[in-house]
Structures are given as structure tokens and as C-alpha cells.
């Protein structure tokens, strides 16, 4: 009776031990990441309005709040008076020209007329030469106020284009959220002052994970790009939830294994980062481990 015990002993231990080892060792390890966004103010003042939370789900180019735009639209005023104060010194100036420019059809009418007298001996030469320069004084005016004219066009292109820089500042001062994913840290809240590029939030897109193993140098022969693995996570204490991955990338230089990953004495070794796209069930999270088995078409 004792031997047959310690033979059942025996047998179910190596039974045992056959079902821990058979293809339950894992081909790499690693934890999940996401594609992490830092969303930080591109203009500044108070924030008037943040609607978001932590954990919560926003789309791509949704409106969650602004900054106050008050001063911006008092600079719009002034620069919109400042345009239109232009725009009447240029009216005057085109006025002035369109004087000029009858007076020298009168003067050039009148010369046409001194020709004639000239030649007939009814004018002196005098009297020529002084309508001559009276001509040239004309032109000379026209000239300068020619000038004028491209000085004010001048300016206004300076004014529209500082009214240009104010409506983009207050485009900006919308917060308008530059990606679809899951809010995961909020930085400030309302009525906080926000300055240009400082961090409003953190966003990340959660719906595909990536997660980072490490390969050694015999395993890299047999992972390729595009290459579908099985990824498993925990689902319990005794059962793990196997999902599908696909290897996006896989690193071309070598490295020490990551003190996270392996114990000091496998730290030692070189291996290979490699980063697999898992779709997300809703299951997944930031920094959860999970195994890898790369199967037997490798």
C-alpha cells in the first residue's frame, strides 16, 4: 500500500509539473503603453471654461472650453479704428491727387494754347517757361503724393495683418482637443491663468494599445513586421485572457534588458525592443503586463 502511494506521488507530480512547463513559458514580456498627447494652451489669459475629466471619452476636434478673449477684442477694436483712420487719410490723398490731376489737364490745355500764341508771337517766352514750371511743379506734387499713397497701402497691410494675428489668437483661445482618446490627467482647472504651451491635459487614444517586449538576439530571426502573436493577460488568479497582436516595430539596435523587466543577472543580456498593436477590449491599461508567444510558424 505504501508503494503505490509514493508511485501516485510520483506520477501526478510529473503530470504537474508537464502541464506548469508545456508551452506556458512565455516567448517575451512586457507592459502596455498608449499613445500619450499633451494638450497645453496655445494662447494666453484665464480659463473661462474646461469641460472634461479624467477618464473621460472625447472625440477629435471637439470643443472643450476657452480662454478669455476680452482683452483680444478690445486690441481688435482699436486696430479696426486704427484701419479706418487710414483708410479716410487715404481717401483725402486719392482727393488731393484727383485736384492735382485736373489741374494739370487746365495747365496743359493752357500750354496747348501758349503753343499757338508763341508761334502767332501773341506770348513771350517767359510767360512759356513759367507754364513749364508750373507743369513740373505738378508733378513733382503728384510724385510725393504717389508716395503717400503706397506708405498708407503699406500700412494698411501692416493693419490687416495685425487684425489677422488678434482673430488667430482668438481662434485659438477655443480649446479645441486635437485627437480622439481618453482623457488621462486634467492640469488645470477653471479660472486658472494659462500662459502659451502650458500643459492643459493629458490625452491618449486607448482603443489600440502597444505593448513593449524584449527579444534576444536568437529570437529576432523569427519575429518579423506585420506578423500576428498571441498576447495574454491575467483574467483571473489561475487563467489568463488571450488576445490577438500584430508586430508594428521592431528596434534595429540592441540594449541591456530593462531593470523593470528581468532580475540583475538577466539584466546582462542584450535584447531587442519590439512593439506589438493589440486592439483593446476594454480590458487593457497603461502599464499592465502581459506575456507574448510568438507560436510555431516562427
Not at 501773341?122 to 507754364?131: G, R
Request: proline fraction near 1%.
Amino acid at each position: 500500500m505504501k508503494i503505490t502511494k509514493i508511485t501516485l506521488f510520483i506520477v501526478t507530480g510529473l503530470v504537474f509539473h508537464t502541464c506548469v512547463t508545456n508551452d506556458d513559458v512565455a516567448d517575451a514580456y512586457g507592459n502596455f503603453e498608449a499613445r500619450e498627447i499633451i494638450v497645453s494652451a496655445e494662447a494666453s489669459g484665464m480659463i473661462m471654461d474646461l469641460d472634461i475629466e479624467e477618464g473621460q471619452l472625447i472625440e477629435k476636434m471637439q470643443e472643450v472650453g476657452w480662454i478669455d478673449t476680452s482683452a483680444l477684442h478690445l486690441q481688435k477694436q482699436m486696430l479696426s479704428a486704427q484701419k479706418e483712420a487710414v483708410r479716410l487719410k487715404n481717401r483725402n490723398v486719392m482727393a488731393e491727387m484727383d485736384v492735382l490731376e485736373e489741374q494739370k489737364k487746365s495747365l496743359l490745355k493752357e500750354k496747348e494754347r501758349f503753343d499757338k500764341l508763341l508761334e502767332d508771337g501773341a506770348a513771350t517766352e517767359k510767360q512759356m517757361d513759367d507754364l513749364i514750371g508750373n507743369l513740373a511743379v505738378l508733378d513733382k506734387r503728384q510724385n510725393v503724393i504717389q508716395t503717400q499713397m503706397q506708405n498708407i497701402q503699406a500700412e494698411l497691410k501692416v493693419v490687416d495683418a495685425r487684425i489677422d494675428q488678434v482673430n488667430e489668437k482668438i481662434k485659438k483661445s477655443v480649446l479645441v482637443n486635437p485627437s480622439a482618446g481618453t482623457i488621462l490627467e486634467k492640469y488645470v482647472e477653471v479660472s486658472e491663468m494659462a500662459v502659451i504651451g502650458k500643459p492643459l491635459y493629458k490625452i491618449a487614444d486607448m482603443s489600440t494599445m502597444i505593448l513593449r517586449i524584449y527579444i534576444s538576439g536568437s529570437q529576432l530571426v523569427n519575429v518579423n513586421i506585420g506578423q500576428k502573436v498571441r498576447v495574454y493577460i491575467d483574467e483571473n488568479e489561475k487563467e489568463m485572457q488571450e488576445m490577438e497582436g500584430i508586430v508594428s516595430w521592431i528596434s534595429s539596435q540592441a540594449e541591456f534588458t530593462p531593470k523593470i523587466i528581468q532580475t540583475k543577472e538577466e539584466r546582462i543580456n542584450l535584447v531587442y525592443a519590439v512593439k506589438v498593436l493589440v486592439k483593446n477590449n476594454g480590458s487593457l491599461k497603461i502599464g499592465m503586463p502581459a506575456e507574448v508567444r510568438f507560436g510555431s510558424n516562427n
